[in-house]
């Protein structure tokens, strides 16, 4: 017997806010399509904005669609004697026959405090947690069910789920099964690790831009551009080759974050590489354009 969220559960976890980044995206170029066929600009133009947008749009969708992914899978089951518990950080076994059960509320000591490591959105919790009466416990919860508080020797753990009021019978009666002690089993931070080789890719990738480009550019670059394709925007030199590795930078520290948080996911490093091959692309782009005008 166990729970398990599926992929459709996760998302609907997570909610449509999601996608609300994509969804301003798609405003913002659907109005920037209707100013320039105002403007009469050419299809070249056209595309070269409003495509850019979309292409935006695409990727954040395609964010917003694997991210549910990190939270997929998560939950519990109880097999020969063994229950184990997935919380996306790792998987914790315990042996049945070493755990005592008790009900508990959210409006009691076993209210949770705060995250150490996790997840939490909406009504969904999985992780680690801090709970008001001080003690830390591994957590799942997802729906509004009981909560079952099961405490081994060396762990407390509150699970919350469809199927959860059917566990406490199931522990006591469960074919027993050897089990030394209570086991976490942590998965390896695949997703943390490409995170900081993306980032350093990335910052690489946008520095090699800058310097590849510094001896040509004119000591006033232009930056921004308007909607007719001309410059309208100014920055000294010097500020312009830096700010392709600051942006690098600022989208890299919260994929960063984000990983730390759940280390063996790596749904969100497609998307970030998209965002930041755009980016390069962006920049290479701008630097091209000054070059041409010098």
């Known amino acids: 017997m166990g729970f398990h969220l599926t992929y459709l559960e996760a998302l609907r976890v997570l909610g449509l806010w999601i996608f609300m980044p994509a969804m301003a995206i798609l405003v913002v170029a659907g109005i920037s399509a209707i100013y320039q066929k105002r403007q009469t600009l050419s299809h070249k133009?056209?595309?070269?904005?409003?495509?850019?947008?979309?292409?935006?749009?695409?990727?954040?969708?395609?964010?917003?669609?694997?991210?549910?992914?990190?939270?997929q899978g998560t939950g519990w089951s109880l097999q020969t004697g063994i229950l184990t518990v997935d919380t996306g950080l790792g998987t914790l076994r315990v042996?049945?026959?070493?755990?005592?059960?008790?009900?508990?509320?959210?409006?009691?000591?076993?209210?949770?405090?705060?995250?150490?490591?996790?997840?939490?959105?909406?009504?969904?919790?999985?992780?680690?947690?801090?709970?008001?009466?001080?003690?830390?416990?591994?957590?799942?919860e997802y729906g509004d069910y009981p909560v079952l508080a099961i405490f081994s020797p060396k762990y407390t753990i509150l699970l919350s789920s469809p199927g959860i009021t059917k566990l406490p019978h199931a522990l006591k009666t469960s074919n027993d099964k050897?089990?030394?002690?209570?086991?976490?089993?942590?998965?390896?931070?695949?997703?943390?690790?490409?995170?900081?080789?993306?980032?350093?890719?990335?910052?690489?990738?946008?520095?090699?831009?800058?310097?590849?480009?510094?001896?040509?550019?004119?000591?006033?670059?232009?930056?921004?551009?308007?909607?007719?394709?001309?410059?309208?925007?100014?920055?000294?030199?010097?500020?312009?080759?830096?700010?392709?590795?600051?942006?690098?930078?600022?989208?890299?520290?919260?994929?960063?974050?984000?990983?730390?948080?759940?280390?063996?996911n790596v749904a969100l490093i497609a998307p970030f590489f998209l965002i930041e091959l755009i980016l390069a692309l962006s920049f290479w782009w701008m630097f091209h354009m000054n070059r041409n005008q010098t």
């Not at 395609?62 to 990190?70: H, I, K, Q």
């Not at 209210?111 to 416990?137: D, K």
């Not at 410059?231 to 000294?236: A, K």
């Open 178 to 264: 050897a089990l030394e002690s209570a086991q976490t089993n942590t998965t390896w931070p695949y997703g943390m690790i490409a995170s900081i080789v993306g980032v350093i890719l990335a910052l690489a990738i946008q520095l090699f831009i800058s310097k590849h480009y510094a001896p040509y550019l004119p000591q006033r670059v232009a930056t921004h551009f308007g909607l007719s394709g001309q410059p309208n925007g100014y920055s000294s030199k010097k500020v312009a080759l830096w700010l392709g590795p600051i942006f690098s930078l600022v989208l890299g520290i919260p994929l960063i974050l984000i990983s730390a948080l759940d280390p063996s």
């Open 95 to 140: 042996a049945a026959r070493d755990v005592h059960t008790q009900w508990v509320t959210h409006q009691s000591a076993y209210a949770l405090e705060q995250r150490t490591l996790g997840t939490s959105a909406g009504s969904y919790h999985a992780g680690e947690f801090v709970l008001q009466n001080g003690r830390s416990a591994w957590v799942f």
């Open 45 to 71: 133009k056209f595309k070269s904005i409003t495509g850019f947008l979309l292409v935006l749009e695409m990727v954040m969708v395609v964010f917003g669609l694997l991210l549910p992914l990190s939270s």
